[in-house]
Structures are given as structure tokens and as C-alpha cells.
């Protein structure tokens, strides 16, 4: 008799465990994951909600079957089924631990009990999922299930092909992210895109770079995995054949105009200012254009590039000494562009990223590397690598006044009454903008800030 206490004791003890592991992953869960995160989850059910002439509100389908319980779809069927007013909208409704996207139908035919027919299709989320990039999707089978609905009566039949239509889109679209759905003659396309931020604003001193010559992923997708030696398996999971990253950007595909036009001066070193003069194309059409190009993840933007410049080494740096892909990508682009046969040695990209600090500038670092004039590769390539996947970050420099007036001085004045260039030295504005700003070269803006003591740099 003891021993049953004991063992009931045991049982209730790791009951209790249980149940406080429990909690504190739910507590976890919560605190990783809340409404506007901004994580993507998973397509957790989906229901066509339909207004019966004689029940009302109600689901005729769903998958998997009791998701949505009737006491959590009751207390939000005036949302699934709404108003004439707000109908063939796309609405999200987030409730009672769900979110669940919908696009409202309404079909008005005298075929009807009520001379109308009311039906919602919703894609059923975690509370603190992203959802906007199901809303195209959800809008585009409402319209596509009405079309079937007014010719075949698809949808209020009770179609007994409606839970396999819901399976397969709930399996295809959390693992594909697409689907294809094939429904007699009608043959219709799914697919999940990615909705994307805003991109950044494009300045005249900003230098694009094509994403694909320096070996990045296409934003939203994962690096390419490489078959190890012995593993058999390779992740495919949101990966798609179509999706892969070009290795090299196709310059005679359907490129509007002014995209023909400008990519091939975009080689790292040429900023938005310099692109638009050796093109001869408006300055605001070419950072139209680039933005576009940024947002597509075409290019990304990076300083421009001088050997006065500072660089610094980022903790990134350390993934160059372990990673072989970064390592095989970095001395492929850096060979591409070098007339030597010879492939750069990793030891030598290594020590000069290294050696990349502030207080020295980037020809300082050369000098001491290369003291001869044979140079094994362009250490531009290799800085621009470097920026592109965040192994080192550019020192910029801001003019700005310690104190005021400012000493006359002939050269000065000269200057500052063509251009009114001392409006700048606030410490908002880098060299490099100034020098966009004010039309001038980089000698005759250091010359300007050597020249006055009240002018002091600020690093950043």
C-alpha cells in the first residue's frame, strides 16, 4: 500500500513538472512571438465559412476537421460573413488566439432560397503570424471558387471534392509555397510571394552592386546548400528551381530602358552621380531606377570606394575563416577581375581584412602589403566583397564647426561664395555627399577643411 502512495506521489510529481515545462514554454512562446513580430508562420487551417438559408452562419468545410470549433466560428460570423458593404474585401480578423484571412463573396441569383449566396474561404493563422502575403492568394480563389460557383455551383453543392481541394492547398502552400489547383478544364496558379520593406532612399554618393557577382542569395531565400561528402539529404524546403539566384545577370533579357541602359556601368565603384553622367541619363530616373533594382534585390548599395578611406573589421570577419563557400566565393570574384593566372592566396585576403582598423587608411594597408608593384589581385574587389557581406564597415567622415566665425581666408571665400559649401559642415553630411552636394572633387573639399582650424572631422 505504501508503494502505490509513493508511486501516486511520483505521478502527481511529474504531472507537475510536465505542466510547469509546459507553462514556461508557453511564456517562451510569448515572449519570442508576438503581433507585429513580423515572423511568417504557418497556414494552420482552412475553412469555407457559407450563410445557410435556414442554419445561417456556418462551416460547411474545413481541413483539418475541427480546427475552428462552432463556439469560436459563432463568435465571429458576423466577420466571416459580413455586410453588403465589405464584401470582396480581403479582411484579416484576429481573435481568440487566431488570425484568419478572408475574402467575402456574394453571388446574387434567383437560383437561390434568398436570391443571393454568401460564402468566405479563410486561411487560419497563429494569433501572431505576418499574414499579408496571404491576402493575394485568399482574394485570388474567392474570385476563382465565384467563377466555378455561377458556372458549375461548385461551391453550395457540397462538392465532395472541396476537402481534397482544401488539403492540397493547405500541404502545397506550407511546403512549396505554391500551388497548382486543376479543376476540369480550369487550371489555376497559386503562389505565396514575399512582401518586401520599403526600400531605402537612393543618394546621388550611393554605388550599387549587383547582388549575383559577389555571390549573395536572392533575398527571401536560403544560401545553396552543397552536398556533403556522406549526407544524403539536402534541405528543399521553400526552395524552388525557379527561385535560385542567377550565378550572372542576363543583360539581353526584357530590361526596361533606362535598367539596359545603366547595368553595365554598375561594377562596384561607380556612384549614382557618375552613372548618370557616363549614361546621360536624368539623375531621378537613374535612383528610380536603383531603388527598384534594391527592392527586387538586384543591387544593394555600399560607400563609394577611395583609399583615403577607413575601414574597420566587423565580428562578421570571423565567418570568412571557417566558412569554405564564403572562402571559395570570395577568391572566385576576386580571380575574376584579376589579369594574373595565379588564384589570391586566403592567408593574404585575411591579413588585410584584418589589418583594416580605424587610424588607417586603406592605402596605408596596401603599402604595407604589397611594397612592390606587382599586386597578386585588385584590392578594391576585395574591399567590396567585404562590404557586400559585412565582414568590414566603412569610417565615414563629417565635417562639422567647433566654433564660429570662421577665419578669413582667400581660397575660402572664393569657394564658399560660388557654392556656399560651409552650409554643410553640420556633421549631418559625410565628405562624400558634400562633394555630390557641392559639385566639387575630394582635393578641393579637403583642401577647404585642412585650411580652416574651426572645421573638425567626426568618424563615424
Request: net charge negative; aromatic share 8%.
Amino acid at each position: 500500500m505504501q508503494v502505490y502512495l509513493d508511486s501516486a506521489s511520483d505521478l502527481e510529481h511529474d504531472n507537475s513538472i510536465d505542466s510547469k515545462i509546459a507553462l514556461m514554454s508557453s511564456k517562451i512562446m510569448e515572449t519570442r512571438y508576438y503581433e507585429g513580430c513580423g515572423r511568417e508562420g504557418p497556414i494552420r487551417c482552412i475553412f469555407l465559412g457559407e450563410f445557410h438559408p435556414v442554419a445561417g452562419p456556418k462551416i460547411s468545410c474545413q481541413f483539418p476537421d475541427d480546427y475552428v470549433s462552432k463556439e469560436l466560428f459563432d463568435s465571429i460570423s458576423a466577420y466571416i460573413i459580413p455586410k453588403p458593404q465589405i464584401q470582396k474585401c480581403t479582411m484579416t480578423i484576429n481573435a481568440l488566439g487566431h488570425k484568419i484571412v478572408g475574402y467575402p463573396i456574394r453571388i446574387e441569383n434567383s437560383r437561390y432560397e434568398r436570391n443571393m449566396y454568401l460564402f468566405n474561404l479563410c486561411f487560419v493563422c497563429d494569433s501572431w503570424s505576418k499574414t499579408v502575403q496571404y491576402e493575394p492568394v485568399v482574394k485570388k480563389l474567392g474570385e476563382h471558387l465565384t467563377i466555378m460557383e455561377e458556372e458549375t455551383r461548385f461551391v453550395s453543392s457540397g462538392s465532395t471534392k472541396l476537402p481534397t481541394l482544401l488539403a492540397h492547398l493547405l500541404h502545397d502552400l506550407n511546403t512549396h509555397r505554391k500551388a497548382t489547383l486543376v479543376e476540369g478544364d480550369t487550371v489555376m496558379h497559386l503562389k505565396v510571394l514575399e512582401v518586401r520593406k520599403d526600400p531605402i532612399a537612393v543618394h546621388d554618393f550611393d554605388v550599387p552592386v549587383l547582388v549575383a557577382s559577389v555571390g549573395l542569395p536572392r533575398p527571401g531565400r536560403p544560401p545553396r546548400m552543397v552536398l556533403q561528402e556522406g549526407s544524403e539529404q539536402i534541405s528543399q524546403e521553400h526552395l524552388d528551381i525557379e527561385d535560385e539566384e542567377p550565378f550572372e545577370i542576363d543583360m539581353d533579357a526584357d530590361w526596361d530602358l533606362t535598367t539596359r541602359q545603366l547595368l553595365p556601368h554598375i561594377n562596384g565603384y561607380n556612384h549614382i552621380s557618375k552613372l548618370a553622367s557616363d549614361t546621360n541619363v536624368e539623375k531621378t530616373l537613374v535612383k528610380s531606377c536603383i531603388q527598384n533594382l534594391v527592392y527586387y534585390g538586384v543591387v544593394v548599395l555600399i560607400p563609394v570606394l577611395k583609399f583615403s578611406n577607413m575601414y574597420r573589421a566587423t565580428p562578421s570577419l570571423s565567418r570568412l575563416f571557417s566558412d569554405v563557400e564564403m572562402q571559395k566565393s570570395c577568391i572566385s570574384f576576386l580571380s575574376n577581375g584579376c589579369e594574373n593566372k595565379e588564384k589570391p592566396v586566403l592567408s593574404d585576403i585575411l591579413g588585410i581584412l584584418c589589418s583594416l582598423q580605424q587610424g588607417t587608411t586603406l592605402r596605408a594597408v596596401c603599402e604595407r602589403f604589397f611594397p612592390s608593384p606587382g599586386v597578386p589581385f585588385d584590392v578594391r574587389r576585395l574591399v567590396v566583397f567585404a562590404q557586400i557581406h559585412g565582414l568590414v564597415k566603412c569610417l565615414k567622415r563629417y565635417p562639422v564647426y567647433v566654433r564660429s566665425p570662421v577665419r578669413p581666408n582667400s581660397f575660402n571665400q572664393r569657394v564658399d561664395s560660388m557654392m556656399g559649401i560651409r552650409r554643410l559642415f553640420t556633421g549631418k553630411h559625410n565628405v562624400d555627399e558634400i562633394c555630390c552636394l557641392a559639385r566639387i572633387d575630394m582635393p578641393t573639399l579637403d583642401q577647404i577643411i585642412e585650411e580652416d582650424p574651426n572645421v573638425a572631422i567626426i568618424w563615424r
